[in-house]
């Protein structure tokens, strides 16, 4: 199994190229499986969980090519002429919950869908009621049976009022999805409205479906008897780029960040203030470093999109725990992601966590250590720590990493960091 090595201490400087959103990607992939034309994705990260769609969707039977576009992500493209099995199987959604995205799709194009329930996750229960509840309401037939979700609409799905209790992005997209080949008139009732579904939901829009309210959270969708081809531009990956930036400001470097925006961060953009980091917008990104020396403890909670995203909370808590004074972070949106704790503590930070809330008191340094990745953004976190830290860190079970960022190592060295991969380390 790899292993990342890096030696902290350096400040970060220089140009980090953001690429295509891994979780606009992922539905907008699964968004072929609607029409019988041809859809061509361009932007698309080089990814494992990409991989994994892909090998998903080819077991159902859409044709897919990739195009490697060096330096501007790559293009893929789909076709889904023929949907040859409507089943996703446990080997291959166990790996990537977001495969359960395919349901929506499967069902309204085909009116059968069988899904295998994603099961355990490391960051809590993660449930599908609110997929499973939603089709129902648009007239499907569905039964979890031997760890499948198993939905049928066999005179295909009709619109209704949706209305969600609780805010699910994937949820959103699957329901989204399915109402563009539904019979009439679907309203989804708090919707998501993060960046990726208003991504997807543009990329529908250019397939022919019939969305009103798009970037808010009531979705009205008329149903279309068949959407046709596109092409469409993947959005930049918002959480990479959070990512970096916490990176930057970490080290008290100075980091350009291209190919991104800086509206996709607003809620991190203002936290930061508060903590003495300016990030500005450049002409093709942003621009992020400290505006004084020191950086200065703040809280946050994390929420539904536009507030604090929970997939840029491990990261701020590395980035907090070497702040002056304390920061409270309190985590709402899933249960048990602390997992990076243990390891940031280990790293000679200091923090409590009490239920939902982490409390961090900054301390002067942190100390390199072998640490232990338990998920994608618990394992980057893990990498912030260690380019502050003073001596070696070697990250362990970096699969997690691969999984949801792309050249990561590369990006950073590039910057003046010293990180390197060992490939099939003991
Ligand atoms: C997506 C993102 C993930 C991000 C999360 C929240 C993708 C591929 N993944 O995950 O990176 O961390 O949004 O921003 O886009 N819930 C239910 N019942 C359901 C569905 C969800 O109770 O049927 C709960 C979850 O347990 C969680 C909360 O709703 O507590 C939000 O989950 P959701 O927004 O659905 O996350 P994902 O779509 O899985």
Known sequence: MDKICIKGGVPLEGIIPIGGAKNAALPLMAAGLLTPERLILENVPDLADITTMANLLAQHGV??????????????????????STTAPYDLVRKMRASVLVLGPLLARCGRARVSLPGGCAIGPRPVDLHVKGLRRLGAEVELRQGYIDARAPKGLKGAEIAFPTVSVGATENLLMAATLAEGETLLINAAREPEITDLATCLVSMGARIDGIGTDRLRIVGAGQLSGTSHMIIPDRIETGTYIMAAAATDGEVRLTGTRIDLVAALVRTLEGAGVEVSATADGLRVRRRGGSLEGVDIMTEPYPGFPTDLQAQVMALMATATGASMITETIFENRFMHVPELTRMGANINVHGASALVRGVRA????????????ASVSLVVAGLVASGETVINRVYHLDRGYERLEEKLAACGA???RMRNAR
């Open 63 to 84: 044709a897919i090519s990739l195009e490697t576009v060096r330096g501007s992500g790559n293009m893929l493209k789909l076709c889904a002429a023929h949907i040859t």
């Open 418 to 420: 010293r990180i390197e």
């Open 366 to 377: 942190l100390m390199g250590a072998p640490v232990m990745a338990t998920d994608l953004r």
